[in-house]
């Protein structure tokens, strides 16, 4: 498993925006943020990686805890108080991570390129943690990022980080 060679750039706030209204039914407010998250630091933070069909590292997604919790949460409407105890757990449910899961899967488009390799969600790591050598790269040496900001009316806020190799 390497990284894969990017195609194009990244997409944008309003894509990020359109997709994730769309999968969870409401106004989803994405704009890029003017403070990234620090991925120096030890906050709790969900790790998502996605590959090209030959196994090569294509692009890595990074979400806080809170974040994370609040989407898993929304999918399935499940009440914002069961995505609070996440955040003060530290660490999501199983039904919160099915949950995400899913929305990983969806968020596997934002890597694809016109005529680029067919790109898929593989896995979710526990940052801080023991990350694969071809996922760090990404994260931390990627070709293009986007940082953004997401508020999800009714549940909370949290940062978002994109990466592409």
């Not at 969870?24 to 709790?44: D, E, F, G, H, W």
């Not at 526990?126 to 940082?147: K, N, Q, S, W």
Request: proline share 8%; hydrophobic share 45%; net charge positive.
């Amino acid at each position: 498993m390497s990284p894969a060679k990017s195609t194009k750039s990244l997409t944008t706030p309003e894509t990020v925006s359109r997709l994730l209204s769309g999968l969870l039914m409401r106004p989803i407010t994405v704009k890029r943020s003017t403070v990234a998250l620090n991925l120096a630091a030890p906050t709790p933070a969900v790790v998502a990686h996605f590959q090209t069909n030959e196994g090569e590292v294509s692009g890595v997604c990074v979400f806080d805890l809170p974040l994370a919790a609040h989407l898993a949460a929304c999918l399935s409407l499940v009440p914002a108080g069961v995505a609070q105890e996440a955040i003060r757990a530290r660490s999501l449910s199983p039904g919160l991570m099915e949950n995400f899961k899913e929305i990983l899967n969806v968020c596997s488009q934002l890597f694809l390129a016109d005529n680029g390799p067919r790109i898929s969600f593989r896995g979710t790591l526990a940052f801080p943690g023991t990350i694969p050598d071809p996922v760090r790269e990404v994260m931390f040496h990627p070709v293009t990022r986007l940082d953004v900001e997401v508020m999800i009316p009714a549940y909370g806020n949290g940062k978002m980080t994109l990466r592409a190799a």
